[in-house]
T-cell receptor, first 115, second 114 residues
Framework: DQQVKQNSPSLSVQEGRISILNCDYT??????FLWYKKYPAEGPTFLIS?????DKNEDGRFTVFLNKSAKHLSLHIVPSQPGDSAVYFC??????????????FGKGTKLSVIP | EPEVTQTPSHQVTQMGQEVILRCVPI?????FYWYRQILGQKVEFLVS????????KSEIFDDQFSVERPDGSNFTLKIRSTKLEDSAMYFC????????????FGPGTRLTVL
């Protein structure tokens, strides 16, 4: 049951160019989307998020775009830096009742930024 | 900067044995979570915990699993009788609000069941 899909397991980009990581979802009840970055031997680290009522959120080099009609979001990193090399997880939040929420994660995309 | 810590970093156990994975959340956080990631698969939610009780759990979190906050700092995940398919990376996370707009994850414990 893959409610959140990251169809590209890996992506290689030259330093200085744009990295675009994609994520598709199926559950229309998701109301908030997050991107996490994970380095080897570390836990996921929150990167950027977007509410379902918005279509864009920008934070420095990172921009997340949301297309609700297509149930698609993307993370843009520009310019890409070697330190951005990591696994990027897309996650989606759903309200599960009684004040509780759950996150559903994608499988991740491994980004390699080549110097 | 405050961080979530987990011990041990790697646990190897025999099938059928009990394991306890330990986590120290960020000190002023009130909401605690366990996730797992089977190698090559997605990160999966297991359980959330608030005010000394489970607030939400997934279908993965069956009777073999339990969580506890035995003191003011530790948050533990116990697996009573491990199975081969329990082999995974287990991540603890904490947050200061339930709305999951930002969680802080620990580095994970790799559990290997032989």
């Amino acid at each position: 049951d893959q409610q959140v899909k990251q169809n590209s397991p890996s992506l290689s980009v030259q330093e200085g160019r744009i990295s675009i990581l994609n994520c598709d979802y199926t559950n229309s009840m998701f109301d908030y989307f997050l991107w996490y970055k994970k380095y080897p031997a570390e836990g996921p680290t929150f990167l950027i998020s977007i509410s379902s009522i918005k279509d864009k959120n920008e934070d420095g080099r990172f921009t997340v775009f949301l297309n609700k009609s297509a149930k698609h979001l993307s993370l843009h990193i520009v310019p890409s830096q070697p330190g951005d090399s990591a696994v990027y997880f897309c996650a989606a939040r759903v309200y599960s009742g009684a004040g509780s929420y759950q996150l559903t994660f994608g499988k991740g995309t491994k980004l390699s930024v080549i110097p | 900067e405050p961080e979530v810590t987990q011990t041990p970093s790697h646990q190897v156990t025999q099938m059928g044995q009990e394991v306890i994975l330990r986590c120290v959340p960020i000190s002023n956080h009130l909401y605690f979570y366990w996730y797992r990631q089977i190698l090559g698969q997605k990160v999966e939610f297991l359980v959330s915990f608030y005010n000394n009780e489970i607030s939400e759990k997934s279908e993965i979190f069956d009777d073999q699993f339990s969580v506890e906050r035995p003191d003011g700092s530790n948050f533990t995940l116990k697996i009573r009788s491990t199975k081969l398919e329990d082999s995974a990376m287990y991540f603890c996370a904490s947050s200061d609000s339930p709305i999951l707009d930002e969680q802080f994850f620990g580095p994970g414990t790799r559990l290997t069941v032989l």
